[in-house]
């Protein structure tokens, strides 16, 4: 099976604007999680959804939001960007039970100056 | 979600020698995963444990999850400059609550 995809791998925005980032999870798994890495702060969950709806939410502010299709792709998206949004975004899929081993994707490097 | 904290945060060994790392919780842990991430990398995931007492070796690893299931441990034996990374344990859930991550740097 293919990987988890991330586009793009890298990125740079200025302060003010928005972006989106995409998520293609392993075929047949239906959960996506979002996380932002920072150094120093670990993996910080942002959102999970299955099935096309938020199943969780972690605790960013509203500019951070996310969806997801019927093909069980993912976005993320975060609007007037912040110099303290620099960081790298890590998507990860699973099969959506409980518990389940999450699969990683490569990651989008977000610069924002 | 339920918290872990890991330590410690760094940890610098020469090659050869032992490494472990902690994770504790407040609370009673259903199961915690661990996972590596290489420098550069993204997290890959290593092991779940599930019952209390649990020991599991993979190779030179050794995981324990406590007999109360608040803690667990990550023991590598004999350093290998190839287990270069941050370990992070993971609390249970849909979304999975991980620990800040234990940054091993091995020298030759």
């Known amino acids: 099976k293919a990987g988890v995809t991330q586009t793009p791998r890298y990125l740079i925005k200025t302060r003010g604007q928005q972006v989106t980032l995409s998520c293609s999870p392993i075929s047949g798994h239906r959960s996506v999680s979002w996380y932002q890495q920072t150094p120093g702060q670990g993996l910080q969950f942002l959102f999970e959804?299955?099935?096309?709806?938020?199943?969780n939410k972690g605790n960013f502010p509203g500019r951070f939001s996310g969806r997801q299709f019927s093909n069980s792709r993912s976005e993320m998206n975060v609007s007037t960007l912040e110099l303290g949004d620099s960081a790298l975004y890590l998507c990860a899929s699973s099969s959506g039970q409980v518990d389940n081993e999450q699969f990683f994707g490569p990651g989008t490097r977000l610069t924002v100056l | 979600g339920q918290q872990v904290m890991q330590i410690p945060q760094y940890q610098h060994v020469q090659e050869g020698e032992d490494f472990t790392t902690y994770c504790n919780s407040s609370t009673t842990l259903s199961n915690i995963q661990w996972y590596k991430q290489r420098p550069g990398g993204h997290p890959v995931f290593l092991i779940q444990?599930?019952?209390?007492?649990e020991v599991k070796k993979q190779k030179r690893l050794t995981f324990q999850f406590g007999e109360a299931k608040k803690n667990s441990s990550l023991h590598i034996t004999a350093t290998q400059t190839t287990d270069v990374g941050t370990y992070f344990c993971?609390?249970?859930?849909?979304?999975?609550?991980f620990g800040k991550g234990t940054s091993l740097l091995v020298t030759p």
């Open positions: 959804y299955f099935s096309e709806t938020q199943r």
């Open positions: 993971a609390g249970p859930g849909y979304a999975l609550n």
């Open positions: 444990l599930v019952k209390s007492g």
